[in-house]
């Protein structure tokens, strides 16, 4: 039976899930605060891209728009790491497997491929400058101001689905039911925040560093990463701590952000002329952890950020929103009486997951921070590789996470980090260079009984 749906939010999430859920014959009214971004120039400081693995494009082949997605991405086939003192380490392939490497893909570029796709199904009612201001939840009521007109409105549907992300008003419609639904909320801020800035395209557009990576400027307590963009640009993203030497709050005058880079990523300042008036003009973010619980009522969902939004250490926030859809789609292939029998199954196996990833990502922070230079680390980064070209069954927990789309966060999680223990104690206690095959094998072994264990 076709259902009357609201959604709010018309971001990853709230655009792919209007696409499915019309594919299921539903009538979606999707609701969005912000104008039509194809039309719109991007305020600075907007995350311009963001690493897409296997779990996002899944989701996207739900409604045929995975090979569409990788047309406008770019391969990031590993790690590139800048050193300190100038060098770079050689790419430190993401798998040692052949076709597993991540996406680098423009944020305003694939909401808008989702945005066009809706324009097939006249079930969908886009609104954009809907400001959505409250949520009814029991009633699935929204009310707020239509920006274009300054008019108030209020819509009723059979169902509201949340989708508007990390500040989500939806979720504040459950925070106001407090103890009548027992809700639970934590957010958790990191010390750190971001900023991004930009390398610049090189002449005729070329790329100024590989194209084909992801590069890690590691300086312990802080680091910069940049992303490659279509055009030739990258974007730079710089995460420090808010408070302390060196800290965003301590880098104001021209000289201190010089010095700063100066000091620390030497060989940044040529490739970035604009640097610190883009220092100065783009925005510090904050970064941050969301769990709450429950995620439905009889009549309302939240999904993507406004559920769980997480750190983006791991570069899954996008991929578990989109991937949100996809295990909702799922649940509703199965027979189901009522819409909340579904939101029922939807929250209680995706929220072991959401934790998960949550969980996973604020470790990856500290990992990427201050371990991916460390010797004991790139040991096991090097037998994890061997262990992945010759052993089709074995995953390390970062191709657990990433490249298995069919491993639950939640089981990749255990099975990963237990994985992860035993071969950093093998590398600190083991020489590691010219790992025989009997070697390997018996690495091999000892790591498949601790799989079979999770
Ligand atoms: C610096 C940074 C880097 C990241 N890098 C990665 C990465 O590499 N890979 C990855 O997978 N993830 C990454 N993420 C996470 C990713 O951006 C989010 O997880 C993802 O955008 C969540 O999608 P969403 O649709 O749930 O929410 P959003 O993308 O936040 O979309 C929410 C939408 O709702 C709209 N909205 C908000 N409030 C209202 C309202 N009141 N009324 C109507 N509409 C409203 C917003 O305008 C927006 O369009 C990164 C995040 C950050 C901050």
Excluded at 46 to 68: F, M, P, Q, T
Excluded at 394 to 400: C, I, P, V
Excluded at 414 to 419: E, H, L, P, R, V
Aim: with cysteine.
């Amino acid at each position: 039976m076709s259902s009357n749906v609201i959604i709010t939010g018309a971001g990853l999430c709230g655009t792919l899930l209007a696409l499915k859920l019309a594919k299921r014959g539903h009538y979606v009214t999707l609701l969005e605060k912000r104008g039509d971004l194809r039309k719109e120039e991007m305020a600075a400081g907007r995350s311009i891209n963001l690493a897409l693995s296997d779990r996002g494009l899944a989701a996207l082949d739900l409604v045929g728009l995975k090979e569409k997605a990788l047309a406008i991405s770019i391969p990031m086939l590993g790690r590139m790491i800048h050193t300190k003192g100038g060098t770079t380490t050689m790419l430190q392939p993401y798998s040692g497997r052949e076709g597993e490497f991540i996406q680098s893909i423009s944020r305003p570029g694939l909401n808008a491929l989702l945005l066009d796709a809706t324009s097939a199904y006249p079930s969908i009612d886009v609104r954009f400058q809907y400001d959505v201001q409250h949520a009814d939840i029991q009633q699935a009521t929204v009310k707020g101001i239509d920006r274009t007109t300054g008019h108030p409105f209020e819509l009723k549907g059979d169902i509201l689905i949340g989708t508007d992300g990390a500040g989500s008003e939806i979720r504040q419609g459950f925070m106001q039911q407090g103890a009548n639904i027992r809700f639970n909320y934590s957010q958790q801020f990191l010390d750190h925040g971001y900023k991004e800035l930009e390398i610049p395209a090189g002449p005729g557009g070329s790329w100024q560093i590989e194209k084909n990576a992801l590069h890690i400027w590691p300086r312990q307590s802080f680091m910069i990463i940049a992303l490659p963009n279509l055009d030739g640009s990258f974007t730079v993203t710089l995460f420090l701590s808010f408070d302390g030497q060196p800290g965003f709050n301590s880098l104001k005058t021209d000289e201190e952000i010089l010095s700063f880079f100066k000091e620390y990523f030497p060989n940044l300042i040529p490739l970035m002329p604009d640097l610190v008036e883009d220092f100065k003009k783009h925005p510090n973010g904050s970064l941050g952890t969301v769990k709450c619980s429950p995620w439905h009522t009889s009549k309302t969902l939240l999904m993507g950020d406004a559920a769980h939004a997480v750190v983006p250490f791991y570069g899954q926030g996008m991929n578990c929103s989109m991937e949100d859809v996809l295990i909702l789609d799922q649940i509703l292939d199965q027979s189901h009486e009522t819409w909340r029998d579904a939101f029922n199954q939807y929250t209680s196996e995706r929220k072991k997951d959401a934790d998960a990833i949550a969980d996973l990502a604020v470790g990856n922070y500290f990992e990427m921070r201050d371990h991916v230079d460390n010797p004991d680390f790139m040991a096991k980064r090097a037998i994890e590789m061997h262990l992945e070209k010759k052993y089709p069954d074995y995953a390390s927990k970062y191709n657990l996470v990433t490249f298995c789309e069919h491993v639950p966060y939640s089981v990749a999680m255990k099975k990963g980090k237990a994985q992860d223990k035993w071969l950093l104690d093998y590398c600190n206690q083991n020489a590691t260079e010219d790992i025989s095959a009997e070697e390997l094998e018996k690495i091999y072994n000892e790591l498949k009984k601790i799989g079979e264990l999770i």
